[in-house]
Antibody, heavy 121, light 108 residues
Framework: QVHLVQSGAEVKKPGSSVKVSCKASGGSFRSYAISWLRQAPGHGLEWVGGITPIFRKPNYAQKFQGRITITADESTSTAYMELSSLRSEDTAVYYC??????????????WGQGTLVTVSS | EVVLTQSPGTLSLSPGERVTLSCRASQSVSGNYLAWYQQKPGQTPRLLIYGASNRATGIPDRFSGSGSGTDFTLTISRLEPGDFAVYYCQQYGSSPLTFGQGTKVEIK
């Protein structure tokens, strides 16, 4: 059984950066894409970007280009998402989710528990 | 970008009723790579349907998906108390991956 465990809640100031981790266990970490998604309070789901560890090349949603960095560390089976130049609109629960193949454009069959990132002065 | 529009926004129904949720795409979804998720308050989304019509592992057969191209449907044949939730469609045929805004199924 695949488990994704994310790092804890964060409170950040506008203009700063946040880095969230997602540690995987069970299954093959390197061969399945990991995506990051977010859900603002009371809103729907939004895809931020993803990476397949074996390929190392991330794929980002255009909206976040220039502010987002997604990486994966095969040695620890951990994926990371760093978002910079934070603004209040970035306040959301951020999820990591595993795809069903090595393609980033995929469905999501396993999800992390979510990490609340609050951006407030 | 493929924009997904779900309708209706909210449905008020009673247990035992049949539910039909719609997801319409702004352009044809490549490969009919369309998934449906269920999300309950405070929980993570749960995959129900993939490839427009295939039930995910462990999903009861009262959930079914249909459609192709730009029009897709999720049907729940008989609502059970645990089915009251928000349902999202997602296309994964092209990047960026996109979701519909969700349909809330609430108890009448």
């Amino acid at each position: 059984q695949v488990h994704l465990v994310q790092s804890g809640a964060e409170v950040k100031k506008p203009g700063s950066s946040v880095k969230v981790s997602c540690k995987a266990s069970g299954g093959s970490f390197r061969s399945y894409a990991i995506s990051w998604l977010r859900q603002a309070p009371g809103h729907g789901l939004e895809w931020v970007g993803g990476i397949t560890p074996i390929f190392r090349k991330p794929n980002y949603a255009q909206k976040f280009q220039g502010r987002i960095t997604i990486t994966a560390d095969e040695s620890t089976s951990t994926a990371y998402m760093e978002l910079s130049s934070l603004r209040s609109e970035d306040t959301a629960v951020y999820y990591c989710a595993r795809g069903d193949s090595d393609i980033v454009a995929s469905l999501f069959d396993y999800w992390g528990q979510g990490t609340l990132v609050t951006v407030s002065s | 970008e493929v924009v997904l529009t779900q309708s209706p926004g909210t449905l008020s129904l009673s247990p035992g009723e049949r539910v039909t949720l719609s997801c319409r795409a702004s352009q044809s979804v490549s490969g009919n790579y369309l998934a449906w998720y269920q999300q309950k308050p405070g929980q993570t989304p749960r995959l129900l349907i993939y490839g427009a019509s295939n039930r995910a592992t462990g999903i009861p057969d009262r959930f079914s998906g249909s459609g192709s191209g730009t029009d897709f449907t999720l049907t729940i044949s008989r609502l059970e108390p645990g089915d009251f939730a928000v349902y999202y469609c997602q296309q994964y045929g092209s990047s960026p991956l996109t979701f519909g805004q969700g349909t809330k199924v609430e108890i009448k």
